[in-house]
């Protein structure tokens, strides 16, 4: 084995010297002090403090500990989110979702054959009069005075509402046969 540097050491020790750095390097920082009897010397710097200084690093800061304060979102009003759907979306959303879940409940049935059984015992008239008046009952009784709540129960409350829409708009008095009327 060599003892001999190789090339790539060569080059970094040549590096350091440029910058001043070891025993031989060139420039006047290391050249006139002798650095390893300084990095080695064996003086003790005094880094207690004396008797009258007092000692630092045993006092309280007051920056050390977090100050309490009210949350900003306490003391600053709310900014209200840019929605990501349109309000015309959300209101169809809505009452699709509350006509949904009448019909799986049941009720559109209900108010379908109410409105089928009208049309074949009176006539067409008295079905869509029968549909317009429930809707228009519904509407004023019922889900007129349910907005304001809480909007879970309030889409709750508008079930009834959104089936009967569904059920006088799905009101087909020709289509005996196709299966749209129970």
Known sequence: MSREPGADERRIRHLLRQH??????????????????????????????????????????????????????????????????????RRFLYNASAAGTGWLLGLYQQFASAIADCGHQTSIAGALTLGIGGTALIAHLWDRRTRHWWPGIAWAARIPLATALVALALYAPAASGTGLTP
Request: without cysteine; negative net charge; glycine residues 6%.
């Open 20 to 89: 001043g750095v070891g025993p031989d390097a060139h420039g006047d920082a290391m050249a006139t002090d002798d650095w390893w009897e300084q990095l080695y010397d064996d003086k003790v710097t005094d880094t207690e403090p004396k008797g009258d200084e007092p000692d630092h690093r045993f006092q309280p800061q007051p920056d050390y500990w977090p100050r309490p304060h009210i949350p900003a979102i306490l003391t600053q009003p709310r900014e209200r989110a840019t929605a990501a759907i349109s309000p015309k979306t």
